[in-house]
């Protein structure tokens, strides 16, 4: 069965660093976003990408976020310089328009320290 | 814009008893609900989906919910409950137009003790 995959599992960055999270969306697919859950916290929406243009942002989508496709295959999330805040649980799901359920990987665990 | 609560922060329940895990939402529009449960470390998998038609819908591993539109509620159900269902489980909404951004609740950790 297809599945979304997620790299690296753990990610370990020092404040003002940048990251870069993969995702490889199941290849079908059209629809392409990312989540993320604080510890503790509920699952929270960031974006979401459609035709190599993001759809939608939610607020904590700001400037230091980016999100590409480069090919494809990937879909990647850029944190330009990390804070403490963004230590999180970073999920990417992909969906098509016929099933309108979005199949998540298994996540990024990022730690800023 | 939408949102969901789930009441219940925590279900403790012993192995093979029946479950409810309640979830209600708030939107002007139509819906889509789901229903995903998160296992020890693991990511997000899809228990059961409401799209339309039969407001009791049925997942995978025995769970089952149904939609009440009059109360805006799709709660989860199990008749028996197994060691391995201790889990964390998130109910989920999008508006039914597009393929939009799922928006979760806080989640209720399902403990199933023996």
């Known amino acids: 069965e297809p599945e979304v995959t997620q790299t690296p599992s753990h990610q370990v960055t020092q404040m003002g660093q940048e990251v870069i999270l993969r995702c490889v969306p199941i290849?079908?697919?059209?629809?392409f976003y990312w989540y993320r859950q604080i510890l503790g916290q509920k699952v929270e929406f960031l974006v979401s990408?459609?035709?190599?243009?993001?759809?939608?942002k939610s607020e904590i989508f700001d400037d230091q976020f980016s999100v590409e496709r480069p090919d494809g295959s990937n879909f990647t999330l850029k944190i330009r310089s990390t804070k403490l805040e963004d230590s999180a649980m970073y999920f990417c799901?992909?969906?098509?328009?016929?099933?309108?359920?979005?199949?998540f990987g298994p996540g990024t665990r990022l730690t800023v320290t | 814009a939408q949102s969901v609560t789930q009441l219940d922060s925590q279900v403790p329940v012993f192995e093979e008893a029946p479950v409810e895990l309640r979830c209600n939402y708030s939107?002007?529009?139509?819906?889509?609900l789901f229903w995903y449960v998160q296992y020890p470390n693991q990511g997000l998998q899809l228990l059961l989906k409401y799209l339309s038609g039969s407001t009791l819908v049925k997942g995978i591993n025995g769970f089952e919910a149904e939609f009440n539109k009059s109360q805006t509620s799709f709660h989860l159900r199990k008749p028996s409950v197994h060691i391995s269902d201790t889990a964390e489980y998130f109910c989920a909404v999008s508006v039914s137009y597009n393929t939009d951004k799922l928006i979760f609740g806080t989640g209720t950790r399902l403990q199933v003790f023996p």
């Open positions: 799901a992909s969906g098509s328009a016929t099933s309108y359920e979005q199949y």
């Open positions: 939107s002007s529009v139509s819906v889509y």
């Open positions: 990408f459609y035709n190599n243009e993001i759809s939608e």
């Open positions: 290849s079908n697919h059209l629809y």
